[in-house]
């Protein structure tokens, strides 16, 4: 085969996870962190001491992320292998250890005078992550004392952290009957989710009914964790004087408010226009109007055309050389070296997945190819994060770091090369439409159901500031949601997707949902404007690539697409590619 469909890691790490090449190189990361942090608890004299420290733990970073890209391939690749299972630990350990030194990075950063500021930001190694360190240090001085912020800290293991973890606790625990083929089987939660998506509507609608009891039986505790968790968060943003619940996760993706602002209006000003297609959706399903859970569901067309994989890797070659001469001799690399792991056995972990190691400058991709077009578009979403780490790879560690925001740029972009071309081609009027429908699908997600999570969520840490608030409370808050989100167009709402939905009890990342929608519609910009231009493009795009981790997505877009995204044009244009799909998939079924 041209295109090995399992991977191959042993030129990262000999010997998988009895690896002793692998046990060294975690054992010399612990001494590098030992070191670091000794350096700083022994207190710097000198700038310069500062800036070597700041390199030195940019490259123990570099050693970290190595070492869990290691692991998380041989997890996923082997469900059942322990001794990764046990490293995934070790790795977990070194992560917090790391984080701590750059808290105490962080101080010394604030510790600053002005001059002794401006005289690190000037030194070499430093100049291409000032953006960094301002934004590090502008972030610790909004925040407590340093004394202050260590206590937050260590009482958020116990008292924040911890209700996310009894919430999956108790997740983990959830076992719901479930009769399929005569016979009653004991679902977990994630399994039962999963036939929400069941092509027969009987399946979908058994599915969600006994899932709505699951989930409301629990209410009461999930309530319990969730209010709790906001609460804590609400309290330590008081002490720290933050009024806006999003003042964090904007920091975090590095955008403004308004930037936000005008993109959910500019979405909202377009939704009647997806009306139309989850009407001919419910007419397609033989269905009046659309349930919560027919949204996703797939429409009974007969299309079972199988790719073979060799066959998907020319295909995705082909179609990105249309655009990108490098993008292609990229992702032809990466397929003829062993960087995908493909194939469909058993013990595998489910999904798609691309990982970096930072040190050999390599990724890998992660997932189970069966033969379906999803299949086909996953490979080229996955080539394209590959590629994305690529463009950034020879830049300094902390500028290779972005944010979750304009993390599915790259992706997003192949991803949409490669499902035009599959709808140019499409044989068949069937497979057109099914085509066409999950392109749609995935807008009507970021546009509504991510929408209403965003609207939820706002709204819930606002009442959360007067106190508490019952599931039942919690239920109406999420019905309202989803009715203003999908815009009253459904015949059935899911009031406890506040408790099924994990991404509300994450305690790591706040507001887990509208970076989500940004990356989609920055993608589709991005994508539309190189249309527009060519196959010339391609050197912009990549410009564009490298400053994903450099500075705000405000002048991401006014330096590399010459958009303002506190302004409507550029978010109309990219909604603007959906409604041509909606167009053509309307004109296609017609009668
Ligand atoms: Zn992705």
């Known amino acids: 085969m041209n295109y090995p469909d399992v991977w191959e890691l042993s030129s990262i790490f000999k010997g998988g996870s009895t690896s002793s090449e692998f046990k060294q190189f975690v054992e010399e990361t612990d001494g590098c962190l030992n070191e670091l942090e000794g350096r700083l608890q022994s207190g710097l004299e000198r700038i310069e001491e500062l800036e070597s420290l700041i390199v030195d733990t940019q490259q123990a970073m570099q050693r970290v992320r190595e070492a869990s890209a290691f692991v998380s391939c041989l997890t996923a690749q082997n469900v059942k292998d322990e001794k990764a299972a046990l490293w995934q630990g070790k790795i977990t350990v070194q992560s917090t250890a790391l984080q701590t030194i750059w808290g105490m990075i962080d101080v010394e950063l604030t510790l600053l005078s002005e001059t002794e500021w401006e005289q690190l930001l000037v030194k070499k190694k430093m100049k291409e992550i000032s953006f960094h360190l301002l934004e590090r240090r502008e972030s610790a001085k909004e925040k407590l004392p340093p004394a202050e912020e260590k206590l937050a800290a260590q009482l958020a293991i116990d008292g924040y952290h911890a209700w996310g973890k009894v919430y999956q606790q108790a997740v983990g625990r959830m076992s719901i009957p479930f009769v399929e083929d005569g016979q009653e089987k004991f679902l977990s939660a994630g399994q039962l989710q999963n036939r929400l998506h069941h092509v027969d509507r009987q399946v979908r609608k058994r599915a969600f009914h006994l899932s709505e009891k699951a989930w409301g039986e629990e ?70 109007k659309l349930a919560i859970y027919d949204v996703n569901a797939p429409l009974p067309l007969r299309h079972n055309q199988s790719i073979p994989y060799e066959h998907a890797c020319e295909l995705i070659i082909s179609h990105f050389k249309r655009f990108s001469q490098k993008l292609a001799v990229f992702a032809e690399g990466a397929l003829r070296d062993g960087w995908v792991e493909a194939e469909n056995r058993s013990h595998k972990r489910p999904g798609g997945v691309c990982t970096t190691f930072p040190l050999s400058k390599q990724s890998r991709i992660f997932m189970t190819y069966d033969g379906s077009m999803s299949n086909v578009s996953t490979l080229a979403h996955e080539l394209g994060h590959a590629f994305h780490a690529h463009c950034l790879k020879e830049k300094e560690p902390l500028s290779q770091r972005y944010a979750m925001n304009v993390a599915e740029t790259a992706s997003t972009f192949a991803e949409a090369i490669v499902a035009d071309a599959l709808v ?44 508490m608030l019952s599931a039942e409370q919690l239920n109406d808050l999420m019905i309202t949601a989803q009715q203003e989100a999908y815009g009253q167009q459904l015949s059935t709402y899911s009031p406890t997707f506040w408790a099924s939905k994990l991404h509300f009890h994450i305690t790591g990342v706040p507001f887990y949902n509208f970076p989500y929608t940004f990356g989609y519609l920055f993608s589709l910009g991005l994508y539309k404007k190189a249309q527009e231009v060519g196959s010339s493009y391609e050197k912009s795009y990549i410009a564009l690539l490298e400053d994903t981790a450099r500075m705000s997505v405000e002048e991401l877009a006014k330096k590399h697409l010459d958009a303002d995204l506190t302004k409507p044009d550029f978010w109309q244009e990219a909604i603007n590619v959906v409604l041509a799909d909606i167009d053509e998939f309307m004109a296609l079924t017609k009668e």
Do not use: C
């Not at 085509?435 to 970021?446: D, P, V, Y």
């Open 424 to 467: 140019e081609e499409a044989n068949t009027k069937e497979m057109k439409i099914a085509l066409l429908e999950n392109k749609i699908s995935r807008a009507i997600a970021f546009f509504m159901n991510i929408h209403a999570r965003f609207l939820f969520e706002t709204r819930f840490y606002e009442r959360r500031k007067e106190g």
């Open 219 to 288: 209410a009461g505790l999930f309530a319990a964790t969730l209010n709790h968790l906001a609460g804590f968060r609400i309290q330590l943003y008081k002490a720290r004087g933050w009024t806006s619940v999003l003042k964090e996760p904007l920091e975090m993706n590095r955008m403004q408010d308004e930037t936000l602002k005008m993109m959910w209006d500019t979405i909202k000003k377009n939704k009647q226009m997806l009306y139309p297609f989850m009407d001919r959706k419910a007419t397609l399903l033989g269905i009046k």
